[in-house]
């Protein structure tokens, strides 16, 4: 089967950086996926990552090394509005995304 | 494109009764897909189809879940008998074939079984 591990919860200034990880573990890996998720809201796509290193958007990036099944994302210059939960998501070729549990990111000022 | 709808938004059942809710994917998605989530939790896969097929169906919580999507566009999720359990909030989700890992969220419904 699958499974994914994430920090469940993660607190950050505002204008700082944060990094949560993800470590997985599945066979037939595709990628990496990651979503944003505000309370009562549904979850958004953040970014994907299929090879190995870094993926910038914005201010968020992604990374992935498959060799050692973790990727992270990094969220630069925290807004308030950054406050959210984080799924990473595994894509196989099993079953289409399996997600974490999420972390939850306070960004406080 | 309006994106992906669902309905109803709330559903208050008693246990016992059969519930049915609906998605209409994104109009050019041919993959749809169910989640349940519950508090806490991330979204836990539960089926998808592509086009009209039903390609996974066995991460279904039990014989009591059914989803069809007959002519390929909207979808339902029907629970029969329901269970106090059961209580979540169902999310509905679409994607292109190509792009799998890119998937438009609905904005759920939850359901609650007294």
């Known amino acids: 089967g699958q499974s994914l591990e994430q920090p469940s919860e993660v607190t950050a200034v505002e204008g700082a950086i944060v990094q949560i990880n993800c470590t997985y573990q599945?066979?037939?890996?595709?990628?990496l996926s990651w979503y944003q998720q505000h309370d009562g809201g549904a979850p958004t796509f953040l970014s994907y990552n299929a090879l190995d290193g870094l993926e910038e958007t914005g201010r968020f990036s992604s990374f992935l090394s498959r060799s050692d099944s973790y990727g992270y994302l990094l969220l630069q210059e925290l807004q308030m509005k950054d406050s959210a939960s984080y799924f990473c998501a595994v894509l196989s070729g099993n079953t289409p995304l399996v997600f974490g549990k999420g972390t939850r990111l306070s960004v406080i000022a | 494109d309006t994106g992906v709808s669902q309905d109803p938004r709330h559903k208050i059942t008693k246990r016992g009764q059969n519930v049915t809710f609906r998605c209409d994917p994104i109009s050019e998605h041919n993959r749809l897909y169910w989640y349940r989530q519950t508090l806490g939790q991330g979204p836990e896969f539960l089926t998808y189809f592509q086009n009209e097929a039903q390609l996974e169906k066995s991460r279904l919580l039990s014989d009591r879940f059914s989803a069809e999507r007959p002519k390929g566009s909207f979808s339902t999720l029907e629970i029969q008998r329901t269970e106090q359990g059961d209580s979540a909030m169902y999310l509905c989700?679409?994607?292109?074939?190509?792009?799998?890992?890119?998937?438009?969220f609905g904005p759920g419904t939850r359901l609650l079984v007294l």
């Open positions: 989700a679409s994607s292109t074939n190509r792009a799998q890992e890119t998937q438009y």
């Open positions: 599945t066979s037939g890996f595709y990628g």
